[in-house]
């Protein structure tokens, strides 16, 4: 009874919200988009509260032109929103995009990303996990596998199952392991890809990918095993790039004889 409750709530699930990645991966999005742009702008606002904003123009003037490069080269459904673009004082190697038309670049991330090329890696990377609803089906995720532990620990306690705190924290832990982690790692190697194809439709080197994975290695990366992590190993995304590349130099080379290519410094 028990066994055909969790299947039959995880069937619902998949049935009410499937949808398909720009990559033809199979997606569950529970939430509108307007809940999402809601929820991003509400987190831009308080970040921007909390951390120092670079007031430099030169600084601000090259991220943005890398930024507003890779986005008039997004959907239309992407392109058309009004992006804000803030590059935050900050020694942390990292950026981001939300829904909502949201980017942040952190002044840390400027010393690993050595060049305009290694930058747009990152930042097309980020605007890929907008592009492909990641959140969207990281909120839907973590929901349906709360409902369904929600409802197995119901079903447990209606049937007198011995030892159930101890098969809740191994079904959590199993969730975590064999659901959540494996998204989230499919979404970072997914924005991977979709940030090569932008930063090569906009006229930045690709082959700066690679460079920049290397840079990242080198800055150290912590250690965890990649099974335990939410993001894939550097060496990892260093290949999949490379196995991409000659797609991705044709789209480059297409851009490269069509129009010129962008100046950002």
């Known amino acids: 009874?028990?066994?055909?409750?969790?299947?039959?709530?995880?069937?619902?699930?998949?049935?009410?919200?499937?949808a398909q990645s720009p990559t033809g991966r199979r997606q569950i999005m529970l939430f509108n988009d307007a809940e999402l742009g809601k929820m991003g702008a509400q987190t831009f606002e308080s970040m921007k509260a909390e951390t120092p904003i670079a007031k430099d123009a030169k600084t601000n003037n090259y991220v943005k032109c890398v930024a507003n490069s890779l986005l008039a080269v997004t959907p239309e459904s992407t392109r058309a929103q009004n992006w804000e673009i803030v590059v935050f004082d900050s020694?942390?190697?990292?950026?981001f995009a939300l829904p909502g038309g949201k980017i942040g670049v952190y002044t840390?991330?400027?010393k690993v990303a050595q060049n305009q090329d290694q930058l747009a890696a990152v930042v097309g990377h980020e605007i890929g996990h907008v592009i492909a609803?990641?959140?969207?089906?990281?909120?839907?995720?973590n929901q349906g596998i709360q409902t369904i532990l929600a409802l197995g620990d119901a079903g447990m306690k209606a049937y007198g199952v011995r030892y159930q705190q101890e098969l809740m924290t191994a079904f959590g832990l199993g969730a975590q392991l064999g659901v959540a982690l494996p998204f989230s790692r499919a979404h970072e190697s997914e924005s991977d890809i979709i940030g090569l194809d932008l930063m090569a439709k906009a006229g930045f080197e690709p082959?700066?990918?690679v460079n920049l994975?290397?840079?990242?290695?080198a800055a150290g990366s912590g250690g965890t095993p990649e099974f335990m992590s939410t993001?894939?190993?550097p060496e990892t995304r260093i290949k999949d790039l490379r196995e991409k590349m000659p797609e991705a130099m044709k789209?480059?080379?297409?851009?490269k004889a069509s129009a010129p290519l962008p100046r950002c410094s």
């Open 1 to 18: 009874m028990l066994k055909k409750l969790l299947v039959t709530t995880t069937c619902a699930l998949l049935i009410v919200a499937c």
């Open 91 to 95: 020694d942390q190697v990292n950026a």
């Open 108 to 110: 840390g991330l400027l």
């Open 133 to 141: 609803g990641h959140s969207n089906e990281r909120l839907s995720t």
């Open 207 to 209: 082959r700066q990918a």
């Open 213 to 217: 994975w290397q840079n990242m290695a």
């Open 231 to 233: 993001h894939p190993l």
């Open 251 to 255: 789209l480059y080379n297409e851009r």
